[in-house]
Antibody, heavy 122, light 109 residues
Framework: EVQLVESGGGLVQPGGSLRLSCVVS????????LTWVRQAPGKGPEWVSV???????YYADSVKGRFTISRDTSKNTVYLQMNSLRAEDTAVYYC????????????????WGQGTTVTVSS | EIVMTQSPATLSVSPGERATLSCRAS??????LAWYQQKPGQAPRLLIY???TRATGIPARFSGSGSGTEFTLTISSLQSEDFAVYYC???????????FGQGTKLEIK
């Protein structure tokens, strides 16, 4: 069964750090695109970061330079290291399997985890 | 940056009726478009990819159409479980960038 399980959220002060984990089962992280998407209370989803099968990583401008996506293939897990956190980073963070695009035909984010909540507040 | 605009923000429809949701891109995204359904307390669920292909397990009453900048999600005969928020999302190949619309809340009339 394909499953993604996030953990690591919590309450952190502005300027602090957190590391989120996404444990994947049912497929290998090394051959797939894994994304982080967040959703602030009452708002729509916002893409945060993606790591491609080859290991290339990309970020939304809002988190570039503060967040780092990585993976451990031996644990089949993807991480999101979040530094210099701000109040506006408060959200539910989801990881999702992205099936990518070919010839301008996008296959979508097919499987999502249940999310982990990050609250940045003093 | 490509901006995705969904309309209307809220749509009130009676069960059994048809619902039509719109999504407009600020520039062409070809068929790099997906639709998601989200219910309270749940993660988004992929409904449509490639602008018009139903994802695995999605009922045939859901259909997507459009290409370029104008897209539509149609639910042909609304069931009680279809009342939710719907998001469109585009993918830009290079540099990789994903953008969601602000959502359409489909509520019971």
């Amino acid at each position: 069964e394909v499953q993604l399980v996030e953990s690591g959220g919590g309450l952190v002060q502005p300027g602090g750090s957190l590391r989120l984990s996404c444990v994947v089962s049912g497929f290998n992280v090394s051959g797939n695109f894994l994304t982080w998407v967040r959703q602030a209370p009452g708002k729509g989803p916002e893409w945060v970061s993606v790591i491609y099968g080859g290991g290339s990583a990309y970020y939304a401008d809002s988190v570039k330079g503060r967040f780092t996506i990585s993976r451990d293939t031996s644990k089949n897990t993807v991480y999101l290291q979040m530094n210099s956190l701000r109040a506006e980073d408060t959200a539910v963070y989801y990881c999702a399997r992205d099936l990518g695009s070919a010839n301008y035909y996008y296959y979508g984010m097919s499987v999502w985890g249940q999310g982990t909540t990050v609250t940045v507040s003093s | 940056e490509i901006v995705m605009t969904q309309s209307p923000a809220t749509l009130s429809v009676s069960p059994g009726e048809r619902a039509t949701l719109s999504c407009r891109a600020s520039q062409s995204v070809n068929s790099n478009l997906a639709w998601y359904q989200q219910k309270p307390g749940q993660a988004p669920r992929l409904l449509i990819y490639g602008a018009s292909t139903r994802a695995t397990g999605i009922p045939a009453r859901f259909s997507g159409s459009g290409s370029g900048t104008e897209f539509t999600l149609t639910i042909s005969s609304l069931q009680s479980e279809d009342f939710a928020v719907y998001y469109c999302q585009q993918f830009n190949n290079w540099p990789p960038l994903y953008t969601f619309g602000q959502g359409t809340k489909l509520e019971i009339k």
